[in-house]
Nanobody
Framework: QVRIVESGGGLVQPGGSLRLSCIVS??????????IGWFRQVRGNQRELVASISNGVLTTHVVESVKGRFTISRDNAKNMGYLQMNSLKPEDTAVYYC????????WGPGTQVTVSS
C-alpha cells in the first residue's frame, strides 16, 4: 500500500518562505521512475497541479502563477519530494499535496499552507 506523507506547511506572512517535503512509501525503483508533482487545493475547489518534476533528466514545470517563486526538487535516495516556496502570497493559501502528476498514488493528508499577515 503506497503511503504519502507531506510536511512543512504552516502560517507565514506574505513574502515569506516555506519548504514542503513529502515522503513516499514505495520501492526505490518505483519512486525513481515516477514523475512527482505538487498539487494544491483550496476548500471547495479542485486540486491544481502547481509543479512537477520528471524522472531521469529531472525536467521541471511550474504553473505561471508560481513561476519564479516555487521550485520543485526530489531526492531519489530518500524517496522524497520537495517544494521550495518563496515570496508567498495570500492566494497561495491552500492544502498542498504530493503525488504523481497523473495522481496514480493514493492521496496523502496534505499539509496546510496559510499566508496571512
Amino acid at each position: 500500500q503506497v503511503r504519502i506523507v507531506e510536511s512543512g506547511g504552516g502560517l507565514v506572512q506574505p513574502g515569506g518562505s516555506l519548504r514542503l517535503s513529502c515522503i513516499v512509501s514505495v520501492s526505490s525503483d518505483s519512486f525513481k521512475f515516477a514523475a512527482i508533482g505538487w498539487f494544491r487545493q483550496v476548500r471547495g475547489n479542485q486540486r491544481e497541479l502547481v509543479a512537477s518534476i520528471s524522472n531521469g533528466v529531472l525536467t521541471t514545470h511550474v504553473v505561471e502563477s508560481v513561476k519564479g517563486r516555487f521550485t520543485i526538487s526530489r531526492d531519489n535516495a530518500k524517496n522524497m519530494g520537495y517544494l521550495q516556496m518563496n515570496s508567498l502570497k495570500p492566494e497561495d493559501t491552500a492544502v498542498y499535496y504530493c503525488n504523481q502528476p497523473t495522481a496514480d498514488w493514493p492521496w496523502g493528508p496534505g499539509t496546510q499552507v496559510t499566508v496571512s499577515s
